[in-house]
C-alpha cells in the first residue's frame, strides 16, 4: 500500500509526511544562524572555527564540542533561550516530526551556571509557544558531560528530582568519551535518576567502541543509546541489544562529518536494522550541518535502497522509543497506522 504512496508522492514528499519522532537532537545544535551571527556581532566574538556559508567547519567531535562552548557561551537573555526552543519546534515541523526528544546539557552554556532552573525555564515557555502555534512538542533531556564529577552529576539529579523542571523528562550523558567513558562515577546519577521516575538516555558508542555500549546499557542502564553505531564492532553487544531490544537513535550526517564512519554507503545503520537492532533515525545538530529529519529519511532511503516497509519500521521505533507520554505515542502510531493503510 504504502510502497504505492512513495511512488505516487516521490520520496522527499512521502519521508516528510511520515508520522515519526526525533529522539536524539541536541539544543546546543540548533541555535538560528541569525541569532548566532547578531550575538556574536554584539559580544565582538570570533568563532573558534571557520564559518563558511554561514555554517561552522566542523570536522571532529572536539570541533564541534569546543564550538558548541563557544556559541551557547553567547546567550546570555532568556528571550533568546525562548527563541531557540521556538525555532526547533518549528522546524521539526516541518519534517513531520510530531514529538521530539531535545538534549540540553547546562555545561556548554556558562551563563546559565547555578541557575539552571531560569534557564529551563526559558526553553519550557519557548517550547510552550510553539506547541500552541501547533508545531512540533518537546521534551527536554537534561543532559551531564562526560568530564563531570562524580559528586557534580549527582548534585544535578538531586536537584532534578527535587525541582521537577517543567518539561523535563529524562537525564542524558554527553560529550566526548575518548578520554575515559567513565560510567562507573555517573552508575548513582543514574540509578537515582531512575527511582525518581526519570527516563534515562546515553551517548555511547560514537567516541566509544561497542564497550561504551554495553556499559552503558549495564552500569548507567540507559533505556536509549545516542549514536551506538560502533556497537557493530562486536557481535555479542550486537546481540546483547537485540535480545534486550535496547534502540539505537542513530543521526547518519553527523557520523559521516564527524568521521565516525567515512561515508554514508559505509554506516553500519542498514547492518543493525538487518541484524534485528531497533534503530531510528535523526539529525544530532542539524543547524550546524544544515540538514533535517525528512532529508536524513531520504538520503538513508537512497543510500541503501529502502522502500516504505523499512521507511516505516524505523519511524515506528522512534515513536516507540521517545519519553513522550503514553497517550501521545498512542496517538501518533495511529497516525502512522492510517498513513501506512493510505
Ligand atoms: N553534543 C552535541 N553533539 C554531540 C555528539 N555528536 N556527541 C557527543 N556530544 C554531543
Ligand atoms: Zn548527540
Redesign the pocket.
Same mark, same amino acid.
Given at each position: 500500500m504504502s510502497d504505492r504512496l512513495l511512488e505516487e508522492v516521490g520520496i522527499g514528499e512521502y519521508v516528510r509526511m511520515l508520522p515519526k519522532a526525533e529522539v536524539h537532537v541536541?539544543l546546543?545544535?540548533c541555535i538560528p544562524a541569525a541569532l548566532a551571527g547578531r550575538v556574536a556581532r554584539e559580544h565582538g566574538a570570533a568563532s573558534p572555527v571557520p564559518i563558511v556559508e554561514g555554517r561552522p567547519e566542523i570536522t571532529s567531535?572536539k570541533g564541534?564540542?569546543d564550538y558548541?562552548d563557544w556559541s551557547c557561551a553567547l546567550i546570555d537573555r532568556r528571550e533568546h533561550l525562548e527563541e531557540i526552543a521556538y525555532e526547533s519546534a518549528k522546524r521539526m515541523h516541518d519534517s513531520g516530526i510530531l514529538y521530539a526528544d531535545v538534549?540540553f546539557?547546562p555545561s556548554h552554556w556558562p551563563h546559565w551556571r547555578g541557575r539552571v532552573g531560569e534557564m529551563t525555564r526559558g526553553l519550557a515557555l519557548g517550547a510552550a509557544a510553539a506547541e500552541r502555534d501547533g508545531y512540533t512538542p518537546i521534551g527536554l533531556c537534561l543532559s551531564l558531560k562526560r568530564q563531570q564529577s562524580r559528586a557534580e552529576a549527582n548534585e544535578i539529579v538531586d536537584w532534578l528530582l527535587e525541582a521537577r523542571p517543567e518539561r523535563v523528562v529524562a537525564l542524558s550523558i554527553?560529550?566526548?568519551e575518548a578520554a575515559g567513558s567513565h560510567n562507573e562515577r555517573f552508575a548513582e546519577a543514574f540509578a537515582r535518576a531512575a527511582a525518581g521516575g526519570l527516563r534515562r538516555c546515553a551517548?555511547a558508542g560514537?567516541?566509544s567502541g561497542a564497550d561504551g555500549v554495553r556499559e552503558a546499557i549495564e552500569m548507567l542502564g540507559a533505556e536509549r543509546i #545516542?549514536?551506538g553505531v560502533r556497537s557493530i564492532e562486536d557481535p555479542s553487544v550486537v546481540a546483547e541489544l537485540v535480545e534486550r531490544g535496547v534502540p539505537l537513535d542513530i543521526?547518519p550526517t553527523?557520523n559521516v562529518v564527524?568521521g565516525v564512519v567515512p561515508s554514508l554507503s559505509a554506516h553500519p545503520v542498514e547492518r543493525l536494522r538487518r541484524a534485528g537492532v531497533r534503530v531510528s533515525l535523526n539529525t544530532? #545538530?542539524p543547524v550546524l550541518y544544515g540538514i533535517d529529519l525528512a532529508g536524513e529519511y531520504e538520503e538513508v532511503a537512497a543510500t541503501f535502497r529502502l522502500g516504505a516497509d523499512a521507511l516505516s519500521e524505523m519511524a515506528r521505533v522512534s515513536i516507540e522509543a521517545s519519553f513522550a507520554t503514553e497517550e501521545l505515542k498512542a496517538a501518533i502510531s495511529r497516525r502512522l497506522d492510517d498513513f501506512l493503510a493510505r
Open positions: 541536541h546546543e545544535g567531535l564541534l564540542l558548541l538534549i546539557n554527553d560529550g566526548n551517548h560514537e567516541s #545516542d549514536h543521526c553527523s564527524l544530532d #545538530d
